[in-house]
């Protein structure tokens, strides 16, 4: 019984880090409606971008870091003016076009500017059991996931306060129930689509702080985004709550199907099991856990 | 799309100012390409060993040529991706007069290209990776996985922790984690290690990992549970460095982890932080400084001609199997030379012969600088690998360290033996009838 809550422990926080990576996703669908298939790029980006001005440029570690905050709120309100403004009104498939392309001039300009090489991220926190639960009940649960939750948790209720207690934020959700109203209204979209890609920027640098730190800084960071896939099918596209839940629950029921499910079928499921999963919940509920049920007029 | 285009505008800049230091091929040159992968999911181990073998192009041409025969070259980059690989051998094979050989540092393309070519007869070399049981030449004639192959390695893998337990016997009764990239990559040496636990009588335990392995937290907590006495790590890319983290973060001692080569680069441990240290590999190099790496740093960085951005990989793992690469190149180039006629450009099927006929003793090695760099290889017919022959090293936190002093193999005789029938299934399958080409 130990064994399997180590399991389940282990997968919940896992989870909390795909949450991170499916964040991003939400705060631009949430307020554009647009799928930002770009936010794995981001995550690579940022992660990049800190460590090259650390290495590069002689830098410690608590300078680059709002340096690249700076460069990844400019990157956002860039994307807004060049990539997404032209295309107001067009398709959402022609904004997620647009956002495909994002992804690979992100990529190839992180490794433009910084190389290639895979570097070291090391933001202090060790990735070791902690003892004191380790002790007293023999589980080893990973100190560095345990503080990726907290800054997880701190993140999600500043987004909350951002989204329901701002003026900011109640502009972000009118835009995002409908943007005509919302420009009829007085609310300036574009200044609402550059804040919001901010703050994707935003999140993509503490999720590519993260992920990096665990994993080394390479271009594989690009492919943390598909374990946020499942996790946004799951949640819902549009609820940052749902983007933890449906995090937790991804990670957990992969972990516990690799193990106890995966020596019976030759092991390796974790990558397509999640997906499985949510195309379950797709059948069952298509708007995912939490989000907004579309009704329409037929 | 304007955004795609940069991203080829990127890709091609970089192939150009690389492709650059080679210029193009002029009816005296010898044309190599290069299909390289210098962006993307690979682009460190391959920004390395690209980088090495162009180092030591530019170190044969400034010093003279091979008999006068200068190296010319373009690079094309395939992104790891077999069908990009494919394109870019045949937009080249014929290039410069048509290509001298092809490696392209990759199982996906090597295979992509393998039936190729005999027909457009250029010879393929697969350093430490591909099919194992290419090392039969009479089956593969144009194909050569030298110095050593996946199957030597995983016999010299069970050789070196028999060693460690005093007697490869004595590896009965104990528990051999096999965690893989699940590909065929990963499962490659399934026949060695599963003859080796046949015979031998220890459990072997295979859990694979699925592509890229950027999470590994349920397979480490299986190989916890399941208490093995050696986890053998076949892995490539990201997933190295998470397989050594997560086996730090369960407590799962780093000496008792061994890697395949592909998981024993800088590239490997130093994103692993000090969980890496203790962590042990296979390789074809010894760790180390040797005067042909010196003769690069003054030659070719000394004229501003070095591939490498970053002077601090010169020497660096990658690098070193670049630079071993190309000298094997070179000294089939010059075989092939002796035979057929001293500073002429030689054809594929002239370096085919060169590239069989490969003797690097230690004599030769000291010659080039080389000495104990790699293990002696000695080409046949029968035998493309030439040596089968391999070290195992140690990351200190902050080098690679040769652990074992001398080249370690296995069972040569069994694995021969898997070559053969192997390889004869494949001829039987294709309607080869094994033989050796007349040179």
């Known amino acids: ?139 080893l649960i990973s100190q560095f996931d345990v503080i990726a939750a907290i800054i997880c948790a701190i993140l999600v209720a500043a987004l909350a306060i951002l989204f329901n207690k701002t003026k900011v934020g109640r502009a972000l959700r009118a835009v995002a129930d409908d943007h005509q109203a919302a420009l009829s209204v007085g609310i300036p979209l574009q200044h609402v689509w550059a804040i919001v890609w901010a703050v994707a920027g935003f999140v993509a640098l503490v999720a590519g702080l993260l992920w990096g730190s665990r994993n080394g800084v390479q271009f594989a960071l690009t492919f943390v985004a598909l374990k946020a896939l499942p996790v946004l099918i ?45 195309l379950v919940f797709l059948l069952v509920r298509p708007e995912g856990l939490f989000g907004e049920k579309i009704i329409r007029r037929i | 799309m304007k955004l795609k285009f940069a991203k080829a505008m990127i890709v091609s800049a970089v192939a150009a100012a690389t492709a650059l230091t080679g210029a193009l091929a002029s009816a005296q040159e010898q044309f190599i390409p290069i299909l390289s992968y210098r962006v993307g999911l690979y682009a460190s181990g391959g920004s390395g060993f690209f980088g090495g073998a162009i180092d030591y192009f530019n170190l044969v041409n400034a ?30 094979k014929k290039k410069g007069g048509g290509a001298s050989l092809v490696e392209p540092l990759g199982t996906g393309i090597a295979y992509g290209i393998l039936d190729r070519l005999p027909t457009d007869k250029v010879p393929m070399t697969t350093l430490g990776y591909g099919r194992s049981d290419a090392a039969n030449g009479q089956v593969f004639p144009y194909v050569f996985p030298l110095i050593t192959s996946y199957w030597n390695q995983a016999a010299g893998m069970i050789k070196y922790l028999g060693d460690k337990e005093g007697g490869i ?74 397989a050594i983290k997560t086996a730090a973060r369960v407590g799962f001692p780093r000496e008792k982890m061994l890697g395949v080569w592909w998981a024993g680069s800088e590239e490997d441990t130093i994103p ?6 203790g962590y042990t590999t296979m390789t074809f190099n010894t760790p180390g400084n040797y005067p042909v790496i010196d003769e690069i740093r003054k030659k070719v960085y000394g004229a501003g001609k070095g591939n490498l951005s970053d002077k601090d990989r010169i ?19 010059r075989n092939a030379q002796n035979k057929y006629g001293k500073g002429k450009v030689m054809t594929g099927e002239q370096i085919r012969w060169g590239l069989e006929n490969i003797n690097v003793d230690e004599k030769r090695q000291r010659e080039l600088g080389a000495l104990n760099m790699f293990p002696t290889i000695k080409t046949s017919c029968q035998d493309h690998e030439g040596s089968g022959a391999v070290k195992v090293q140690v990351w200190d936190g902050k080098a690679w360290k040769a652990v074992t002093p001398n080249w370690v193999t296995g069972d040569r005789a069994m694995v021969q033996k898997m070559v053969a029938e ?3 299934k494949y001829a039987a399958e294709k309607k080869i009838t094994p033989a050796c080409l007349p040179g």
Not at chain 1, 249 to 278: D, H, N
Not at chain 2, 70 to 79: A, F, V
Not at chain 2, 179 to 189: M, N, R, T, V
């Open chain 1, 234 to 278: 799951l949640g819902g596209f549009t609820s940052v709550p749902g983007a933890i839940v449906g995090g937790l629950i991804i990670g957990a029921s992969e972990k516990l199907a690799e193990v106890y499910i995966g020596p019976y079928v030759g092991g390796g499921i974790e990558g397509w099991f999640p997906y499985v999963l949510a």
């Open chain 2, 63 to 92: 010093n003279g040529g091979i008999n006068g025969v200068k190296i010319s070259w373009e690079e094309c980059e395939t992104e790891y991706n077999a069908t990009r690989g494919v394109e870019c051998y045949e937009r080249l």
């Open chain 2, 272 to 277: 692993a932080g000090d969980a890496a240290k």
């Open chain 2, 315 to 333: 020497g660096s793992v990658y690098h070193m199997r670049g630079v071993t690469a190309a000298m094997l190149w070179i000294e089939g180039i």
């Open chain 1, 1 to 139: 019984m130990q064994f399997f809550f180590e399991v389940l422990i282990a997968g919940l926080l896992s989870g909390v880090m795909y949450a991170l990576v499916a964040l991003g996703f939400v705060l631009i669908f949430k307020a554009s409606g647009v799928f930002n298939f770009a936010q794995g790029a981001m995550v690579f980006f940022a992660a990049l971008t800190t460590v090259g001005l650390k290495e590069e440029f002689g830098l410690s570690l608590w300078l680059a870091i709002p340096i690249t905050m700076v460069v990844m709120v400019l990157l956002g309100i860039a994307t807004e003016r060049i990539v997404l403004r032209p295309l107001v009104n067009q398709h959402d498939i022609t904004l997620f076009m647009a956002t495909i392309g994002l992804t690979f001039f992100l990529e190839g300009l992180a490794q433009l500017i910084w190389g290639s090489n895979v570097r070291r991220l090391d933001l202090g926190i060790q990735d070791v059991p902690i003892e004191f639960v380790m002790d007293k009940t023999g589980m």
């Open chain 2, 422 to 424: 192997s390889s004869a």
């Open chain 2, 169 to 242: 016997e004595k590896l009965k009764g104990k528990k051999i984690v096999h965690l893989y990239h699940d590909s065929a990559y990963g499962k490659e040496p399934f026949p060695v290690l599963e003859a080796y636990e046949k015979s031998i009588g220890f459990q072997l335990i295979k859990i694979p990992v699925p592509h890229p392995g950027t999470e590994q937290n349920s397979q480490w907590l299986q190989i916890r549970q399941a208490n093995p006495d050696y986890v053998i790590l076949w892995g490539w890319g990201v997933m190295n460095a998470v």
